[in-house]
């Protein structure tokens, strides 16, 4: 059985998450949160999502996952048949992790603390984000899914893309950055309502206070720390 560590207030988990649901694939879940020294052996660089497969090899990078179960459970497809296609696919996930993710994760830390952003990184962040609206304005269909008729993985990983995008663009840049790309708003509202959605939004519920609670007590202790420039 495969075994998926992390915790449930990662995005990047809950994507791996979802993906296994869908494929109604048996998995235990293994809690465990970034830099610890068990994750270590089990992740390079100590982040989460990692997984355990049945055969006992450890994988980590969630794009990479995905297509590891992709390739190892074909059933229920999640990528299309013909090359170009699946290409699209990958593209939209891409873009959606280097052109939204990564920027709005830059403005996490000013979130937890409610620092304000300096202007020059917001600027820089603005132009990123900007460049991705521009290339999934030109990929994404949403007729009904994200990349065409077929329902495939750049639908489960924009959507947990989005959850951390929508919430740091609203908050940190004033921003309601999905209604940039005309159907978005409502693909993501529709994707959320699914049982699989819901059940992994419970399960991220029920773990952020925990989690929280990691995040403070890490900030106090870098705070505190003697090499603190
Ligand atoms: N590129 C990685 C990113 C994973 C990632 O950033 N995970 C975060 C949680 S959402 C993490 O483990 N952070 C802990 C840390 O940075 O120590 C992926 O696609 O899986």
Request: with cysteine.
């Amino acid at each position: 059985m495969i075994t998926l560590h992390g915790f449930a207030a990662s995005n990047y988990y809950n994507l791996v998450k979802h993906v296994l649901l869908h494929k109604e694939l048996p998995f235990q879940e293994n809690l465990i949160y970034g830099g610890s020294d068990e994750l270590l052996v089990i992740s390079p660089v100590g982040k989460v999502p990692a997984i355990t497969t049945a055969q006992g090899l450890n994988i980590s990078e969630s794009s990479v996952i995905c297509d590891f179960i992709e390739e190892t459970y074909p059933a229920m497809p999640l990528y299309p048949e013909n090359a170009g296609e699946r290409a699209v696919v990958r593209q939209i996930m891409k873009i959606s992790e280097l052109y939204f993710e990564l920027p709005s994760r830059r403005l996490i830390t000013y979130a937890f603390t409610g620092t304000a952003v300096p202007e020059l990184v917001a600027t820089e962040v603005r132009q990123v984000l900007s460049r991705g609206i521009i290339a999934l304005n030109h990929l994404t269909k949403f007729s009904p899914w994200i990349a065409g008729e077929q329902f495939t993985m750049a639908d489960i990983y924009v959507y947990y893309v989005n959850t951390v995008v929508k919430s740091i663009a609203s908050s940190q840049l004033n921003w309601e950055i999905l209604a940039d790309i005309p159907g978005m708003k409502e693909w993501d509202v529709a994707m959320g309502k699914s049982d699989i959605a819901q059940s992994v939004e419970a399960d991220r519920k029920e773990n952020m206070p925990e989690f929280m609670q990691k995040v403070t007590l890490q900030m106090k202790a870098s705070n505190e720390s003697p090499n603190k420039s």
